[in-house]
């Protein structure tokens, strides 16, 4: 198709094909971050706990001052929890995956490093904890027995400080220490200990309980032999049928209720875990349906300016469209005419489109440190409103096809 005609139209009517030309550009460079914001958030969504969260419920037990008696309390506490119909195990962690808390250390491969190799989440583990979270362990062994060391010998060290003696790492975190080699075995730097703490095990995968780090640090995550009680964290987790969360859970806070008046359970806090990971997640859920509603609205308001003018313009050109199909043009030819001169600003929009995109997405990583707009979402979003602009001009372009040649020309 010769495509002169057309560009002597468009320079008749610069202000109309400008409009749309900006309209389709904001569109375009709006649309690509924005569905490049949602695929993050997406992502974010979906990063897997390594724990068995359909199986977990989790109560939240504080308690109303100091005691010294805390870990005595607190394995009272796990034998009567486990003694309820329906628990399989259950276990006390000072923090869990998607908890919004901070146990955080670096780790070192020397004492005297300057820079940590990287910084991990420190879980305190007590003997039911792999059994509990549902851990997958892919290398070496859980702790044993004589490693394990209450916390409150940290708090109180007596003439003989206590040590860790072992530590698990997950395996993202082992493969930044040691990149090509086996972690078990090797020694490291961490939680403040003068000694080197051995590597005995690696699981799978644990996630941080908060954002700290970003999705490249989600995954690094440290275990320690270390028996929490209540006073750190409190964070009774029970394992179950995934059918009898609800029923294990109202057990285990009727136990506390009667049993340990002198405590203090965080009712809003004491569900099933999947209602944890959901809470965690809520304001990424949040901000993927907004995107994804100012997403659709531009497209809506895109696609209407694109009918709006080219309806505009049969109707301006009836006489032009008249003589055309009196000088032999087929309805196919006045329907192409009006689908390539869309495509002609469309294609220019988007090329302006697309710089704008990359513009915003260089403030957004300045200001935001967001990633680089992979170019991939350059050409889907140049595509998406090719066809967006092609359906929207489908209309107006069949009532112009459908002029009778008589009636165009009687309009002389």
């Not at 460079?29 to 990063?47: K, P, W, Y």
């Not at 750190?232 to 009898?244: F, K, M, Q, S, V």
């Not at 209407?304 to 030819?333: D, E, P, Y």
């Not at 002609?344 to 995109?357: E, F, Q, R």
């Amino acid at each position: 198709m010769d495509i002169r005609p057309i560009l002597s139209t468009l320079r008749r009517h610069k202000t109309a094909a400008a409009l749309i030309v900006l309209e389709i550009a904001l569109s375009c460079a709006i649309i690509c971050n924005a569905v490049f914001l949602i695929s993050g958030r997406i992502d974010n969504m979906r990063t897997p706990s390594g724990i068995a969260e359909d199986e977990l419920v989790r109560v939240q037990v504080s308690g109303m001052a100091a005691s010294d008696n805390a870990h005595v309390v607190t394995r009272e506490d796990l034998a009567a929890l486990r003694a309820i119909p329906g628990v399989k195990a259950a276990t006390l962690a000072n923090q869990i995956p998607f908890g919004n808390s901070g146990w955080n250390s670096s780790i070192t491969l020397e004492r005297e490093q300057a820079r940590p190799t990287l910084s991990a989440a420190v879980y305190m583990a007590e003997e039911q904890m792999l059994r509990t979270f549902g851990l997958r362990l892919v290398a070496g062994r859980w702790f044993n027995s004589d490693e394990y060391v209450d916390y409150a010998e940290f708090d109180n060290p007596g003439p003989t400080p206590p040590r860790v003696p072992a530590m698990l790492v997950t395996r993202e975190a082992a493969e930044r220490l040691f990149p090509g080699e086996n972690a078990v075995g090797k020694q490291v730097y961490a939680w403040g200990e003068e000694q080197p703490v051995r590597i005995v095990g690696i699981v799978e995968r644990l996630a941080r309980p908060s954002k700290w780090g970003g999705p490249a640090q989600a995954g690094y995550s440290m275990i320690l032999p270390v028996r929490p009680s209540y006073q750190e964290g409190g964070n009774y987790l029970l394992r179950t049928d995934p059918a009898r969360r609800d029923e294990v859970l109202k057990a285990a806070l009727a136990y506390f209720e009667h049993a340990r008046p002198t405590r203090i359970v965080a009712l809003e806090d004491s569900k099933p875990f999947t209602e944890v990971r959901g809470e965690y997640f809520r304001q990424d859920e949040s901000m993927v349906w907004l995107l994804s509603a100012v997403c659709v609205a531009l497209l809506v308001v895109t696609a209407l300016g694109i009918v709006g003018l080219a309806s505009f313009w049969v109707q301006q050109r009836t006489k032009q469209i008249g003589i055309r199909r009196a000088l032999g043009a087929t309805r196919g030819q006045i329907l192409r005419y009006f689908q390539m001169e869309n495509f002609l600003l469309a294609t220019l929009g988007i090329v302006l489109g697309m710089l704008l995109a990359y513009g915003i997405n260089q403030m957004l990583m300045g200001r935001y440190e967001l990633p680089r707009l992979p170019a991939l979402y350059l050409p889907i979003g140049a595509v998406a409103l090719w066809l967006l602009g092609q359906f929207a001009v489908y209309g107006p372009a069949r009532r112009a096809a459908a002029v009778p040649p008589a009636v165009a020309t009687r309009s002389v």
